[in-house]
C-alpha cells in the first residue's frame, strides 16, 4: 500500500531498536542522528537511497549500543520504501517487531556465561 513521505517520516520517528551491552551493536548517538539526516531528505524531496546505502556506524561492544540487525534491517526496508523519494514510491515500514527486553540482572548473567563458555571452550 503506498503511502506519503510523511508516513515514512512517521514510520521512522517511532522506531525503537533493542539496546544491547556487553555484545556489539551500533553507537545509540550516529544511528539516531543518521536517522535525523534521513527524515531531513525526505522531507525535502531528495532521493535517500544513497545516503541508506553509504551509511556507516561505528561498533561497539562495552558501551550500550542498537542491535545490528534489527537497524540494519530497517534501514533495508527504509530503503526499499523510499529510494524514488517520490510519494507514490512510499509505502509502509513497519517497526521492527517488539521484543521482549530482558531484566538488566538477567542480561548481565546471560553476557557472563557467554564470556565464560568463549573462555573455557564451552
Known sequence: MATDPES???????????????REGYRMS???AFLEQVVAAVRSGEPIDELVQTA??????LSEGY?????DDFLDRVLAA???ATPSAYVDVPAPA?????????????????LLARLFRR
Open 30 to 32: 550516529e544511528v539516531d
Open 56 to 61: 556507516l556506524f561505528t561498533p561497539v561492544r
Open 82 to 84: 523510499g529510494v524514488d
Open 98 to 114: 517488539a521484543t521482549p527486553v530482558p531484566s538488566p540482572a538477567s542480561s548481565v548473567i546471560q553476557e557472563q556465561r557467554g
Open 8 to 22: 515514512l517520516v512517521r514510520a521512522i520517528g517511532e522506531v525503537q531498536f533493542t539496546p544491547v551491552r556487553f
Open 67 to 71: 542491535l545490528m540487525a534489527e537497524v
